[in-house]
């Protein structure tokens, strides 16, 4: 029954690393896949190739594949609210399917770099001075603020295909960066 | 209880295999690739592990034979795989991170595509 | 046009892949056979007196069929010669020992590097105790020197220092690659042993065991610090 189970796992686990989009979470489910690896050498009477197997596997390659992902561009994305006094789960969930899960397979897919969220509740100019990042959303009421630099290529194509990442959303600004800068004085 | 019969070392061996086969083939990131490679060694591994496997046997440590000893000869084939297996995956990051650098290169087909969206 | 024929090309790729394992699957379960086993009932027939070791696959891998180790031990070898030649960071790896200091102390969660601390010892007494005891226990060379790597690295998160000199450890990995070819040639294959009998045998066991997880903790460190700098080679050349 365990070997069955431990094999079952091992088989999704592998499926899950595999058709992943996101490769920082392909890489870790490696490291489970590893792990699980090991548990089946152990019951299969091998504890050497387990041992081997959980030091190597789980320890030693997930480190350098992590190390060698940093060097696949990544698109940072920030999410501003100002409403929201803290972040937990609910609210990250919330914005999830909408457009957090669409965005990511759009930027994996058809861009082919690695996109990375970040989630704040500080005000939307002040991040949008201080922290650089390449595309900020912006959350105020029903209105979602897009920011971006007007010469990035990849911000081009995302407003291009906007219709297509979010169907369902009407209420969209997009708004370049030096344009938002004028207007941060003039209000 | 026929199909979970099936589900044995060796045919999960095979499985994770060509999973991994699959992931070389089709998917576009040159790190993606590289694991995949990782999964088919994985599946290579279980299925030398198991290849003489049955379930009354003993780790082969230690005089006591109070079981038959399992069989040593793959376990001592596979340690050795695997630490050829880690040299395999820093051998293909190192040239991946090195194409990143002198060229910019981090999926297959990547070059192709950007040049037709650009125009 | 072509991008038709680039989903008929990922169709048929799919179709490859699902109709290998079937095939593969099919053959197997149709055409499996029990074979005999001499080698198993060779190797696990008298492996204590004959090689010293109670664990028959350290009795396989540093006597029986010694020849495994020494070409593993070259395969990663020249894996390590390939991570540290074929760069281009090669050339400038000196400049980034001078300018990491300080960036990556910032960085650290005084968390991870207390909890590191307090592990650390205890991955480095585990991972001796695995080579040590390799030839009566589950472990050996590889295993202890592949804990002893994640040691170090656990040490990198604490203190990121940059100061180990890589040719120098390169250097030493070499030598004792010379070291283990040479102690089974001249003990395993030209029976040069000062006695026959168990004592020595597992003298010459820890021993081998304690080379190869030294050469192989310095390869991976070798292969992990490369790739660290390769990673701070990213922070200074993005900007130029």
Not at chain 3, 129 to 144: D, E, K, L, T
Not at chain 3, 221 to 227: A, G, L, V
Request: one cysteine or more.
């Amino acid at each position: 029954m365990f070997e069955t189970i431990i094999l079952i796992t091992l088989v999704v686990i592998a499926c899950f690393a595999v058709f992943s989009d996101n490769l920082l979470r392909s890489i870790i489910y490696l490291g489970v896949f590893s792990l699980a690896m090991a548990l089946a050498y152990l019951h299969y009477n091998a504890p050497d190739v387990a041992i081997a197997e959980a030091a190597i596997g789980v320890g030693l390659s997930t480190v350098m594949y992590l190390v060698a992902l940093k060097k696949v561009s990544v698109y940072d994305i920030c999410y501003v609210n100002e409403n929201i006094e803290q972040f937990n789960d609910d609210h990250i969930g919330s914005i999830m399917d909408s457009f957090v899960r669409p965005m990511e397979l759009f930027l994996e897919r058809t861009e082919e770099v690695e996109p990375q969220i970040s989630y704040t509740n500080h005000p939307a100019l002040e991040v949008l001075a201080d922290e650089n990042h390449d595309c900020i959303l912006h959350r105020d009421g029903d209105l979602i603020y897009i920011y971006g630099d007007a010469n990035d290529r990849i911000f081009q194509d995302i407003i291009a295909n906007l219709n297509t990442i979010i169907p369902d959303m009407k209420d969209v600004r997009v708004v370049f960066k030096k344009e938002v800068s004028l207007n941060g004085q003039a209000e | 209880m026929k199909p979970l019969n099936l589900i044995t070392g060796e045919t999960v061996g095979i499985l994770l295999f060509f999973i991994g086969l699959y992931g070389l083939m089709t998917k576009k990131t040159i790190v993606k690739t590289i694991m995949s490679m990782s999964i088919m060694q994985a599946g290579i591994y279980l299925f030398y592990i198991t290849i003489n496997y049955s379930p009354d046997t003993v780790p082969p440590i230690g005089q006591s034979r109070e079981a038959a000893f399992a069989d040593p000869v793959p376990s001592a084939l596979m340690i050795t795989a695997i630490v050829i297996g880690i040299g395999v995956t820093a051998i293909g990051l190192t040239m991946f991170m090195h194409y990143k650098q002198q060229h910019g290169i981090t999926h297959w087909s990547r070059n192709r595509n950007q040049q037709g969206s650009e125009h | 046009m072509a991008r038709q024929s680039n989903s008929y090309i990922h169709i048929l790729r799919i179709v490859l892949a699902v109709v290998g394992a079937a095939v593969m699957l099919f053959v197997y379960l149709n055409h499996s056979e029990k074979l005999n086993t001499p080698l198993m009932d060779f190797f696990t027939d008298d492996f204590l007196a004959q090689t010293g070791a109670d664990n028959a696959v350290a009795a396989i891998y540093l006597n029986y069929r010694v020849f495994d180790t020494l070409f593993e031990a070259l395969m990663l070898m020249v894996s390590v010669m390939e991570v540290i030649n074929v760069s281009w960071a090669n050339k400038h790896s000196d400049r980034y020992q001078l300018e990491e200091d300080d960036m990556y102390y910032k960085n650290n969660s005084e968390l991870v590097a207390r909890m590191v601390g307090i592990v650390y010892p205890f991955v480095i007494l585990l991972g001796l105790y695995i080579i040590a005891n390799g030839h009566v226990s589950p472990g050996g060379g590889f295993q202890g020197g592949a804990i002893l790597a994640t040691a170090l690295i656990s040490r990198y998160l604490v203190y990121p220092n940059f100061d180990l000199d890589l040719h120098i450890i390169e250097k030493m990995e070499k030598i004792l690659f010379l070291f283990i070819v040479l102690t089974p040639v001249l003990y395993v294959f030209m029976q040069i042993q000062p006695d026959n009998t168990v004592i020595s045998h597992q003298v010459y066991m820890v021993f081998m065991n304690t080379l190869i997880g030294l050469k192989v903790f310095f390869g991976l460190s070798i292969i992990f610090y490369r790739f660290v700098f390769y990673e701070g080679a990213d922070n200074t050349f993005i900007d130029r």
